[in-house]
């Protein structure tokens, strides 16, 4: 076993994504943090393996977090950690793990740096309310703490505010080896290469092959997205999907 | 008890989306299907009450559906219906469900007014795989079916082939009340409305108060959005809001 063979077979460091927000599941607001903490996660070598989206509902909190805490190596939670009665997730997350909350001097003194005395109210003080034993998450927008707690990564629901939290959290994160792929676009509909692509995803199992149909200019199209850890494997699928695509497009323009 | 209190009192019609594809969970594919179905449902009085995303892995699917599935009203599942070999979505409903799968003489004649015979091939005819029972769901985009069995929708993840599919299904769907909302920009910072707004929302147990902060060219401002079943609730709690936002403007200023 080479050194990278023994890195590609290590155990993968896998991720979930708990949105916590009526606003969501109403439909007013249109989530864009799970695409980006998605594609954040695959960059860094994460894999990405569950999302829940649940209301502003201690008991739903709870019971999400607890089911996926215990299923991955990162859980990231966004929404609810604002000043407004809605805001419930710190509360939530202290209970999931039977811990006690209170106001953390830490997080006080980080939206002191905002807000001076006078504007530093009761609502403004919920957004230091942190779960005992938590650390915290930096928030280079606008102070209020995110913070984490066992594996579990809070933060807020705004994206530029969630956005900037992930950089700070991203280089505490253990990483896994960088998952590659190849998206080939076939310029055949999907169910004209459906039967010869089954065939090629059996022969080379350490890959995964996966098909996307979309509509382009000139009718349905199909992408195949080959991925793997491994640059070898990943190179001898994509050329068999390749030469595939080639002899297909022959068939059918013959 | 009028009329009006019987249907206001009446159990509420509730749902949750499975997404199904390790596209979105990679980010190569973002969703646009949450937000669409949640903004339609929310208008034809359905609660969506959970979302969950998750990989094409059978028994992740599987565990997923059966605890949606018992929870809500109606499920509506996205993605995984094609002609590939990643396209696992019926087999395990089928599974989920404890009953067989086949392909469906109903469905091979809707892709049969598509595809002539010698298109009609081995990939081409998976998407006639229909669990035992099931009832079809026409797919005026591109023939292939999506399909209901117990309390489950089995969609299309092409969001204008879901969206048909969703157009077709909505007549069938008992609805609740609709929800209705008023929402009213603050012009104040979150954290100076949070104490107040609070009180507001405890006065008045019979709506839901959502504050959602948002950057706008003049700085941080927050939306507040009253929601009730009841449009005399919803006028009496949003009056309240309105009068507290006036007061707190005056105070901030002065």
Redesign the interface.
């Given at each position: 076993m080479t050194a990278s063979d023994a890195m590609l077979s290590a155990e993968p460091v896998t991720a979930a994504i708990l949105?916590i927000g009526?606003?969501?599941?109403?439909?007013?607001?249109?989530?864009k943090n799970?695409?980006?903490?998605?594609?954040?996660?695959?960059n860094i070598g994460i894999?990405?393996?569950?999302?829940?989206?649940?209301?502003?509902i201690e008991d739903?909190i709870v019971a999400a977090l607890n089911a996926l805490r215990a299923k991955v190596s990162y859980v990231f939670t966004t929404g609810g950690i604002?000043?407004?009665?809605?805001?419930i997730t710190a509360d939530a997350v202290a209970k999931a793990f039977g811990v006690t909350i209170d106001h953390d001097p830490r997080a006080i003194a980080m939206l002191a740096e905002r807000?001076p005395p006078d504007?530093l109210?009761?609502?403004?003080l919920?957004?230091a309310r942190i779960p005992a034993g938590a650390d915290l998450i930096a928030n280079s927008v606008?102070k209020a703490p995110g913070f984490i707690i066992g594996n579990v990564h809070v933060m807020a629901g705004?994206p530029?505010i969630m956005q900037a939290m992930l950089d700070v959290v991203a280089p505490t994160l253990k990483t896994g080896v960088r998952?590659l792929?190849e998206?080939m676009r076939a310029g055949l509909k999907?169910?004209?290469?459906?039967?010869p692509?089954?065939a090629i995803?059996?022969a080379h199992p350490e890959t995964?092959?996966?098909?996307?149909?979309?509509?382009s200019d000139t009718g349905?199209d199909t992408n195949i997205?080959v991925?793997s850890r491994d640059p070898e494997r990943l190179a001898e699928a994509s050329a068999a999907v390749a030469a595939m695509i080639a002899t297909e497009r022959a068939r059918l323009a013959g």
């Open positions: 949105v009526d606003e969501i599941l109403s439909g007013r607001t249109k989530d799970i695409g980006y903490i998605a594609e954040y996660l695959t894999d990405l393996r569950e999302v829940r989206v649940v209301p502003d739903e604002g000043p407004t009665h809605d805001d807000f504007q109210n009761e609502a403004r919920r957004m606008s705004v530029s998952m792929s998206t999907e169910g004209d290469i459906g039967t692509l089954a995803a059996k995964s092959i996966g098909s996307y149909p979309f509509f349905p997205v991925r």
